[in-house]
C-alpha cells in the first residue's frame, strides 16, 4: 500500500505529513516511560521483522498480492506509541533505502501503515481487556479482528487521500481499495495471530507489560 | 532470557527475508492493482533522492540472480533495520526525561 510520489497532491501529502510528525513527535516524547531495558531490543527486532515480513507479498485473488503491515502486530506487542516509532522506521528505511514508497508521501504512507493501525489495535487491545473475559481464545480473537480492520481503515484512508488529490473519485477508489484489502487483511491477521501465539508460547511476558494486553492463563504454572 | 528471544526472531526475521522474499508473489499490491485498474498508476514517479537510493526495488545492485539480489537486499535491510531501531529505542532511552 506504499503510496509512490505523484499520487497525492502536496496539499495532502503536506497535512498526512503533519499528522504523522505530531503523532510520531508525541511518540517520541512519551517514549521514555514505554521503554524498559528489555523493549528497547524488542522495538529493533520488531522493526527488523516487520521488514522483513513485508517483503513477503503473497497472492490474492486475480493476480494481486498483498503483504503484512504489522502495524497491529508491533502495537501487541509494544503498545501504541512504541509501535507508531517502528513503523516510522521501517516505512522511512524503505522509502530512501530501497525507493519503496514516496519521498513526499512518506508522511501519508506512516499515517495509513503506521499510525491508523498501531493507535487503531493498541487501544483496541486496551478496551477489549476490559470487556472480553480474559481467555486465550478470546485475547487472539480480537488480534485477528484488530489486524484485519488495521489494513482496512489504513486502505480507506489511502482512498481518501487520493480522491482529496483529485487522482481519482472517492466512488471510484473507496470500494476498489476496500475490496482487495478485505482479502489482504486476511493474511495480515493470519500472520498477525500466528507471530503473536508463537511469542505467548515462548515469552508471553513480553505481551502482559503495562498491562496491555490480557493477564494470559499459563498452563502449568511455569514459564 | 529476553536476549535469546530476541536473537532467535532476528535470526527467524532474517532468514524470511533471505531465504523466502526472493520466491514471494511478484504480482502488483492492492494499491498498484487498483492504480492500474482505475488508470492512475501513470501518475507515480521516483523522487529524485530516491534515484540514488542504494538499493533500488529491493534488488541489491551488481547482482546478476535476480532472486539473489532480492535476498541479498532482504538480509541487509533486516539486520539494518534492526540496527536503526534498536539505535533509536536505546537513545531515546538516554536522552527523554
Known amino acids: 500500500m506504499h503510496i509512490p510520489d505523484g499520487f497525492l497532491d502536496p496539499g495532502v501529502a503536506a497535512a498526512a505529513g503533519a499528522v504523522s510528525v505530531g503523532v510520531v513527535g508525541y511518540s517520541l516524547r512519551r517514549a521514555n516511560r514505554d521503554l524498559d531495558e528489555r523493549r528497547v531490543p524488542l522495538l529493533g527486532v520488531t522493526a527488523a521483522f516487520v521488514f522483513a ?170 514459564s | 532470557m529476553t536476549r535469546w528471544f530476541v536473537a532467535l526472531a532476528l535470526a527467524l526475521a532474517v532468514g524470511l527475508a533471505f531465504f523466502l522474499s526472493p520466491y514471494a508473489s511478484g504480482s502488483p499490491d492492492g494499491l498498484n492493482r487498483v492504480a492500474g485498474d482505475k488508470g492512475f498508476d501513470g501518475r507515480a514517479h521516483v523522487h529524485s533522492i530516491q534515484s540514488s537510493s542504494p538499493i533500488p526495488g529491493y534488488a541489491f545492485p551488481g547482482i546478476g540472480d535476480e532472486r539473489l539480489a532480492k535476498g541479498v537486499a532482504g538480509f541487509i535491510g533486516t539486520l539494518g533495520v534492526f540496527a536503526i531501531g534498536y539505535g533509536v529505542a536505546v537513545r531515546l532511552r538516554r536522552v527523554t526525561p
Open chain 1, 53 to 222: 515480513v513485508q517483503m513477503l507479498n503473497f497472492p490474492v485473488a486475480g493476480g494481486t498480492s498483498g503483504h503484512l503491515l504489522g502495524a497491529a502486530l508491533a502495537a501487541v506487542l509494544l503498545g501504541p506509541w512504541l509501535a507508531c516509532l517502528v513503523m516510522t522506521v521501517v516505512l522511512t528505511t524503505q522509502a530512501f533505502v530501497f525507493a519503496d514508497g514516496g519521498v513526499s508521501a512518506l508522511g501519508a504512507n506512516v499515517l495509513n501503515m503506521g499510525i491508523i493501525g498501531a493507535l487503531g489495535v493498541g487501544f483496541l487491545m486496551r478496551w477489549a481487556r476490559h470487556v472480553l473475559p480474559r481467555t486465550r481464545a478470546g485475547f487472539l480473537a480480537v488480534v485477528a479482528g484488530g489486524s484485519w480492520l488495521a489494513v482496512m481503515a489504513g486502505a480507506a484512508a489511502c482512498a481518501v487521500e487520493l480522491a482529496a488529490s483529485g487522482t481519482v473519485p472517492l466512488g471510484t477508489v473507496l470500494p476498489a481499495m476496500l475490496g482487495v484489502h478485505a482479502l489482504i487483511g486476511i493474511g495480515e491477521a493470519v500472520i498477525t495471530v500466528t507471530a503473536i501465539s508463537a511469542v505467548m508460547a515462548s515469552r508471553p511476558d513480553l505481551l502482559t507489560v503495562r498491562g496491555l494486553a490480557p493477564r494470559l492463563p499459563i498452563a502449568g504454572g511455569a
